[in-house]
């Protein structure tokens, strides 16, 4: 790990971090005076939450480090960590300190979303408080270590509390970006990506969010955080969005408002009038016409961050949008509409705290895109103009049919073509082409697709084995066409493996810096972490909307706004591409909980779908132009995602015109051939090979075309000439058979992997595991034999259930099956299996093995592989 790419997580950090309050100038903290630590949190710091967004990183840097890092003074006494304190020790303390240092801390993570009682201060967090109240402390500083917003106006009423940082999940850095703020070498210029306000139920989607597991109502339509707060209930906001305190201050003079034909802009300098060096974002937001429409009073419209501005220096700032921009979408027209009428401009440091700047007066109603409706459901509920809901006339689901299996049929698929495709076109032997020919410019990508068999093009819509430790699944792999098998891996905090990597802050903290130029810092180096570890493309960032609190990857997310997410998404995408490693910006879209997050059914208007949930992702695509779409498990008005032709087809093809690679989350449950129907290329991880024949046969029977075939092939091969693997032409290692010759698994492919620490601190492999995971999961290697003859195979594997074989394939064929049945069966347990005789010829050879077994749960850890020559 280089000191430079430390340096950026660190950077980023520190300025990601929001300053909430700053009571009497109590930041930042002298270090001549001492604090004291008080609370478990202030020694438990968290780097991140779990999930895809996960990371082992080299070292963590908590609170503690941070302080002795800085030769910060801290009370001695303080030094133990403790659940509870009384008076006494507390005043102890506060005779050597007077400044206390709270950190509250909350995990949170993929899978799971966050309780009620997860958001409001617990009721030992309460007592510290009042204790602390009590206490002869002149004050208390609180950090707010956690990746969902908590209830934050409970703190108000404590005197004692001075000053409130939210420090988010601040990376393997965390601890010395606090300080660095704590202590003023940084002054503060994060700003909120989503509204805080008093209370959970505050919130319009808490009325649904934990309602039903197999569906939400998005009720509250496009009023999703600050638009429904400034629309219709400010006063329950405690810190509005955009908002975020400095230890400078600055002025906006020279404001300049101007408009052209398509234009609206606005400039303003920025001086710096306090008497710390510090930076500034500019904030520009616009209010529509009053209408029969009901919009929200107000939505940002751009914003830019100043350099570091020395006291007294001053940055002139250009900011500009689009009038077409301000259009609303009209779900009777299927249009996007500019209505007549006049537009406010406001500029300033919040959604708050703004200024009227200018006026835009648009003269006749504008139709500024037609299109088709794509998800034809509406809503059953809407919001009325005092923000209350009412039932429309809309259909909706009602609840009698909240299960998700109503929603899953639909056309079975149309017939497309006359011709039948039939067997010998899937086994026709015509690949005569390498993908390095296309490379070369000996043909083009289009002819070297139709000399590849459909069936080699249906195996290729699975994904690909792993072939990384923790790695995900790769993409492509006909090593025989010279398509190797580039890697993906999550994640959204970096490279998540169990080999150490660089932890970066989550990605709501890095939105807090709204700042693109460092965003583009930290996505090249998690690209050039991503090189580091074999990785070609990453399954990040993730740029779902923040409609509730409490979804558990919140995280993993940037914003409650729509354009904070994609300009988000897009300047770590650039920044990650500009190193050659593939984005993947996930996950298309509606994946705003975690809870049933397979099987839950999304109910949003296509007002909200359009003007909400995919205009981040419709900004990423322009202006980061990333590898890959993942879509997500949820499904839309009752589509899968995965199988949403409207959403793939329709609006991201046609509409974006994205010209990627387009994937499905993880174990989806929808089917592969429908999904290609639909315009997904890939269906992730690997295995599923009864899949794989469902689509052979759907082929066969005419349900899907050559054509649909092809268009997934050119955006897989497309994506694979694109990777480093590709363009350094990497087929992996090939194992050499020597007698009793142990198969090195560090570079052996697989699902699943462990690592153990050895007692001189080392991390080694411990096993390989093949997950069954309810469908077959393969692992691939390629070996190679200096002279035909006669092997038995012998396995070292322990077995999760009993009745389990391993069937091994050599370049296609079944080559043997070991038996692993043993009664006594755990992961802990390893036996010795042995395989029958099998003859390996002279030469290299694809072997490919499977876990069968009698439960869809099986699964196989193998440590060893040894090939015995006989
Ligand atoms: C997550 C994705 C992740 C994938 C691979 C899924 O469960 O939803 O975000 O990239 O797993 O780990």
């Not at 007592?127 to 917003?149: A, C, M, R, T």
């Not at 000399?451 to 790769?474: F, H, K, N, V, W």
């Not at 354009?563 to 920044?575: L, T």
């Not at 009793?740 to 007692?759: H, P, Q, V």
Request: include cysteine; hydrophobic fraction near 35%; aromatic fraction near 10%.
């Amino acid at each position: 790990m280089s000191k430079r790419s430390a340096k950026i997580v660190r950077e980023v950090a520190a300025e990601g971090i929001v300053l909430l309050e700053n009571i009497d100038n109590c930041l930042p903290l002298n270090n001549d005076n001492s604090v004291a630590l008080v609370g478990k949190g202030c020694f438990e710091y968290l780097k991140g939450g779990y999930g895809s967004a996960e990371v082992v990183s080299n070292y963590t840097i908590g609170l503690l480090d941070g302080l002795l890092a800085r030769k910060a003074k801290i009370c001695d006494k303080s030094l133990q960590k403790n659940d509870v304190y009384d008076l006494e020790t507390l005043n102890n303390f506060a005779k050597e300190s007077k400044t206390a240092l709270v950190m509250l801390t909350r995990n949170t993570g993929e899978g799971r979303d966050r309780a009620v009682s997860d958001f409001n201060l617990s009721f030992e967090e309460e007592q510290l408080f009042e204790l602390l109240d009590k206490s002869n402390f002149n004050e208390v500083v609180v950090l707010l270590n956690i990746g969902h917003i908590i209830n934050i106006a409970a703190m108000k009423q404590y005197k004692k509390i001075k000053a409130i940082l939210l420090v988010w999940f601040a990376g393997m850095e965390g601890g010395n970006a606090i300080c660095d703020v704590l202590y003023g070498d940084v002054t503060p210029s994060g700003k909120l990506t989503d509204t805080i306000a008093q209370n959970y139920y505050d919130y319009p989607s808490s009325d649904t969010f934990h309602d039903f597991p197999f569906f939400v109502n998005y009720k509250e339509d496009i009023f999703v955080g600050y638009r429904y707060f400034e629309t219709f209930s400010k006063e329950k906001v405690v810190y509005p969005f955009g908002y975020g305190l400095s230890y400078t201050t600055f002025a906006f003079e020279n404001v300049k408002y101007d408009f052209d034909d398509t234009q609206i802009s606005v400039s303003v300098t920025v001086k710096n009038v306090g008497n710390r060096a510090g930076k500034e974002v500019v904030q520009i937001y616009s209010s529509s016409p009053k209408s029969d429409v009901l919009k929200s009073l107000i939505e940002l419209r751009a914003y830019e961050k100043t350099k570091l501005l020395q006291p007294g220096e001053e940055q002139t700032l250009t900011l500009s949008f689009s009038i077409d921009d301000m259009a609303y979408f009209d779900e009777r027209r299927a249009s996007y509409v500019l209505e007549e009428g006049i537009y406010s401009i406001f500029m300033g440091s919040n959604v708050r705290d703004c200024v009227l700047c200018g006026e835009y007066k648009q003269n006749f109603e504008k139709v500024v895109y037609s299109t088709t409706l794509k998800f034809s459901f509406g809503l059953p509920y809407k919001i009325n103009e005092d923000g209350k809901f009412v039932k429309t006339t809309y259909w909706g689901v009602s609840q009698e049919q909240n299960s998700a299996t109503v929603f899953t049929a639909g056309a079975e698929g149309t017939l497309l073509e006359s011709r039948s495709n039939s067997d010998d076109d899937l086994k026709q032997e015509r690949n005569k082409y390498s993908l390095y020919d296309v490379e070369e410019g000996k043909i083009s990508l289009e002819t070297f697709i139709k000399t590849m068999t459909s069936a080699q093009i249906i195996e290729m819509t699975m994904g690909q084995p792993p072939a990384l430790i923790r790695g995900t699944a790769g993409i492509g792999n006909i090593p025989s066409l010279k398509i190797p098998n580039p890697q993906t891996a999550d994640g959204p905090a970096g490279v998540r493996s169990t080999i150490p990597t660089l932890c970066f802050p989550c990605a709501t903290l890095l939105a807090c810096t709204w700042n693109d130029d460092i965003l583009f810092s930290v996505g090249a180096a998690m690209g050039d972490d991503a090189i580091s570890n074999d990785v070609d493309i990453l399954l990040a960032p993730g740029l779902n909307i923040h409609r509730d609190p409490l979804c558990g990857r919140n995280f993993e997310y940037y914003s409650e706004e729509p354009i904070v997410s994609g300009r988000s998404a897009a300047a770590i995408v650039r920044g990650m591409q500009s190193k050659g490693v593939g984005a993947t910006i996930k996950h298309l879209a509606f994946n705003n909980k975690e809870e049933n997050r397979r099987e839950s059914i999304s109910i949003v208007s296509e007002r909200a779908i359009r003007e909400i949930y995919l205009k981040g992702f419709n900004i990423a695509i322009k202006e980061g132009n990333p590898w890959c779409v993942m879509t997500s498990y949820n499904l839309i008005n009752g589509i899968r995602t995965a199988m949403h032709d409207g959403l793939l087809k329709g609006i991201l093809r046609e509409e974006w015109g994205y010209d990627g690679l387009v994937m499905t989350d993880w174990h989806v449950n929808s089917h592969l051939w429908r999904e290609i129907k639909a315009g997904s290329n890939i269906k992730m991880p690997c295995g599923y090979p009864e899949e794989i024949q469902q689509a052979k046969d759907h082929y066969k029977g005419n349900l899907i075309s050559r054509k649909e075939l092809e268009e997934c092939a050119r955006y897989i091969l497309q994506t694979v000439m694109k990777t480093r693997r590709f363009k350094e032409r990497n087929f992996g290692k090939t194992q050499k058979i020597d007698e009793f010759n142990i198969l090195d698994f560090i570079c052996l492919s697989a699902t699943w992997s462990g690592t153990k620490r050895e007692d001189d601190g080392t991390l080694s492999l411990t096993d390989i595991g093949l997950d069954r995971r309810g469908n077959d999961t393969f692992i691939d290697y390629r070996i190679e034999n200096d002279k035909t003859s006669e092997f038995i195979l012998r396995i070292t594997a322990s077995c999760l259930n009993s009745g389990q074989s391993v069937e091994i394939f050599m370049d296609g064929e079944k080559l043997v099956e070991v038996d692993c049945n043993t009664q006594n069966c755990s992961f802990e347990k390893f036996y010795v299996f042995e395989s029958k005789p099998f003859v390996v010829p002279e030469g290299v050879h694809e072997i490919r093995s499977y876990v069968r077994g009698a439960k869809a749960s099986d699964s196989i850890h193998y440590k060893k592989w040894e090939f015995i020559r006989k």
